[in-house]
């Protein structure tokens, strides 16, 4: 119970809690932009409603995400100082960059999104929620160009025990953000689209405000049918780039020991690393299947673990398992909506049981595919916190650990709290159902302009 192992725990209990809300909050923002613009094009009441209803749990989401969010950016400084010192000039830019143009878009625009309806014209409502869902992207763009520049920095030189910044395009745009940046930002579009299933598909079995719920999600099912199998291709293109400039952390992540001097790596299949005795037990493997996957050839060479100074591996059992986890939810998905479209090309989406019962019971493993491809990132990345070049042992604060203990233990319980009160209001959101009966806004337009009936 060292300084390090706590300030690390803190940190990741911290951010696995406040991700939760981000990715719902990003890939809501879509949904929303493609409501609004339905409701705009067609008219038809029923997309002004399904707007009015689930930009209520975007509100939630978003307020929630802000307040976890800010712990975070503390703990840089309260359990990372030394982290924070060498690597100011190139982190700090970054995440102000993100307060800058992202958080600042959003809350500029919030208020309209969510209580401009009856005071600016719709055009401007719509501009609005474009605006904030521009707003959540680029807070990701940020996020993901720091944590990117952690797993492979670039664009740097250390003067000092520093990283100073020399080219702000290569630091950016390092050669792991392009797809860490499109993962994330699938799975958070692909995440909402099943939580908007999964809740529709739960009302409709209880057949409750069916045409509403029918509408919901039949449109998060076509972003489901779109995303999921592009997400599928990202990720292996993600861990090529793994493969090409983290061999350890692929090893890691493959439980891959020794590397294959004649023939090909296996791929393993099921296994228990053992980090002690640096092997697998119980271990169900394919012949050749690694190479193939990473070196499309069926004789490629892939590192292993033991190449690797048993100080400078990662922990093989953990990264082994959260990359199963997530890698496991992003095949299952895209398998859900191949029944899909089955069922839709059959006219039976919507009245086959089996099926919506299947998108309530899977509705939160988009939460988990996030959280378990983060805890693979950053166990896979140590024992650096800026990888090949900045221990993490080194970047904590020289702190006692009872500081960190109390901090955690406070932590922990305001996160219960913050929980609980998440789920009361979402959970009474969501019992409350839609609005159907208030009368649609109507149309805002300019001082001095004629008024026109509205046709609505």
Request: proline fraction near 5%; charged fraction near 15%.
């Amino acid at each position: 119970m060292d300084v390090v192992f706590l300030s690390r725990l803190q940190f990741g209990l911290t951010t696995a809690f406040h991700i939760i809300f981000p990715t719902l909050t990003i890939g809501l923002a879509l949904y929303l932009v493609i409501v609004e613009f339905l409701w705009l094009k067609t008219r038809e009441e029923i997309y002004y409603r399904m707007y009015r209803f689930w930009v209520k749990i975007f509100a939630i989401h978003f307020a929630v995400g802000v307040v976890t969010g800010i712990t975070l950016e503390f703990e840089f400084g309260t359990n990372f100082a030394r982290f924070s010192q060498a690597v100011a000039n190139v982190i700090a830019p970054l995440l102000a960059y993100e307060g800058m143009t992202a958080f600042f878009l959003e809350a500029g625009f919030l208020g309209i999104m969510l209580f401009g309806w009856n005071r600016v014209p719709r055009v401007i409502h719509f501009l609005s929620t474009c605006l904030v869902a521009l707003g959540a992207t680029l807070s990701s763009f940020w996020i993901m160009a720091a944590n990117s520049w952690m797993q492979t920095p670039a664009g740097y030189e250390l003067v000092d025990g520093k990283f100073m910044v020399t080219d702000f395009w290569k630091a950016i745009f390092n050669p792991s953000f392009p797809t860490h940046l499109i993962h994330m930002v699938l799975a958070s579009y692909e995440t909402a689209a099943f939580v908007v299933a999964g809740i529709s598909a739960y009302f409709l079995l209880r057949e409750k405000d069916v045409l509403f719920y029918r509408k919901s999600l039949k449109l998060a099912f076509l972003l489901a049918v779109m995303i999921a199998p592009l997400q599928v291709f990202v990720g292996d293109q993600k861990g090529l780039v793994v493969a090409h400039h983290q061999p350890a952390k692929l090893a890691a992540m493959e439980s891959h020991w020794e590397t294959n001097t004649e023939g090909g790596a296996p791929f393993v299949l099921f296994a228990i690393p053992d980090m002690e005795a640096e092997r697998n037990r119980f271990e169900v493997t394919v012949p050749n299947g690694l190479s193939l996957l990473i070196t499309h050839s069926m004789n490629g060479k892939i590192q292993g673990l033991k190449d690797f100074p048993p100080q400078d591996r990662p922990n093989a059992l953990i990264t082994y398992w959260t990359f199963r986890i997530m890698v496991g939810i992003g095949f299952l998905f895209p398998a859900v909506m191949l029944w899909g479209i089955v069922l839709w090309w059959r006219n039976r989406l919507f009245d086959t049981p089996l099926f919506l019962k299947t998108l309530v019971a899977i509705q939160p493993l988009g939460f988990i595919a996030t959280v378990s491809g983060w805890v693979t990132a950053e166990m896979g990345r140590q024992p650096w916190v800026v990888y090949g070049l900045l221990r993490t042992t080194d970047g904590v604060s020289p702190i006692a650990a009872g500081n960190v203990i109390w901090s955690l233990t406070l932590f922990m319980f305001f996160f219960a709290l913050i929980g609980a009160s998440y789920f009361f209001y979402v959970l009474r959101t969501l019992r409350r159902g839609p609005d159907l009966t208030s009368p649609i806004p109507p149309v805002q337009r300019p001082a001095g302009m004629r008024p026109v009936k509205d046709s609505m």
